[in-house]
């Protein structure tokens, strides 16, 4: 079984402010994104950015086979949503922005404006896959890109390059908590005997302070003299493969000129000790020459394939 993730990088049907401006260019980022996927050959693929959901299903048309698709009916202010393809059925088994109860809402802005949902859906599903019922929550978190009041992407002054970053920060750390809620509930304190994966752009590297609030009780990631000591944390701990990735393929965009690792699929203890390989790119390739982003999203408009490398982990049935 191959579990993955990728962010399709503003997936819009042509004519929008957002996507390709002509059938022409749309239909090379589409050429390109299936054959990705098809060499990639996934079990179940946790896509974000997915802009418009006819595209989605056009992504899939390009496919081998019959695909099955689940979409968050929670899209942002761009209307881009994260969602799933699958070669098996799935259910949606969740599909919320809530925050839990008692975390308060976050500011946002200079004018004191807060957020009290995350600002894209975080969608689980079920699924036949591995032998067993598998339960798979994907998710975007808030970007680590700033924008700023009428729609600049650079600020006035330091301070509000400051301000903007520490809002951003609440919002994705706001919302990892919920995500780690819903993983909760998909555990259902019961790590050792369930398959559950939570994957997706978590917008922060391994060791950043949102990543590791998914994680649980910390003391046996991949890699440490704890990981091959069962304790009662296992329960409920999820274990990021991030570390079974090849040190040089350890990165999933490269954004000014840096490699980093945003894109991540975590695993609990009884799937992540079937997990025989992961990697970012294709097996055996590693990732693409992707793109280094810059501050403005915009200029990538309508460009084939995506700036980010898929995330994937392979594991015994």
Not at 281 to 289: A, M, N, V, Y
Request: glycine share 12%.
């Amino acid at each position: 079984m191959l579990l993955g993730t990728w962010n399709l990088e503003n997936l819009y049907r042509p004519g929008g402010p957002y996507g390709p401006k002509d059938d022409t260019a749309y239909e090379a980022k589409l050429a390109a994104l299936a054959a990705v996927i098809t060499e990639l050959d996934p079990t179940l693929l946790g896509v974000q950015e997915v802009g418009d959901p006819e595209a989605l299903k056009d992504l899939a048309g390009m496919l081998d086979d019959d695909w099955h698709l689940a979409l968050s009916e929670h899209a942002d202010v761009r209307g881009i949503r994260v969602g799933f393809l699958s070669r098996a059925e799935l259910s949606v088994v969740a599909d919320s922005t809530a925050f839990p109860e008692p975390l308060r809402p976050v500011q946002v802005d200079d004018e004191g404006a807060t957020a009290a949902r995350a600002g894209r859906g975080f969608l689980a599903v079920e699924a036949e896959a591995g032998g067993g019922p598998l339960k798979v929550a994907v998710c975007h978190l808030k970007s680590k890109l700033l924008s700023y009041p009428d729609g600049r992407f650079q600020p006035r002054d330091e301070g509000e390059r400051a301000r903007y970053g520490a809002y951003a920060l609440y919002r994705r750390a706001a919302e990892a908590t919920a995500l780690r809620s819903l993983a909760d509930e998909l555990l259902d304190g019961d790590g050792r005997a369930r398959d559950v994966a939570v994957l997706g752009d978590l917008n922060d590297e391994v060791r950043a302070a949102t990543t590791q609030i998914l994680l649980g009780p910390p003391g046996s990631e991949i890699g440490t003299a704890g990981y091959d000591r069962p304790d009662q944390g296992d329960a409920t701990r999820l274990w990021d493969v991030a570390p079974l990735i090849p040190a040089a393929q350890r990165y999933s965009r490269v954004n000014s000129g840096r490699r980093e690792l945003i894109d991540h699929i975590l695993l609990s203890r009884r799937l992540v000790r079937r997990a025989t390989a992961a990697g970012t790119g294709l097996p055996g390739e590693g990732p693409p020459g992707l793109p280094s982003v810059g501050p403005d999203p915009a200029e990538r408009r309508g460009t084939p394939g995506s700036d980010h490398a898929p995330v994937w982990v392979r594991t015994d049935e």
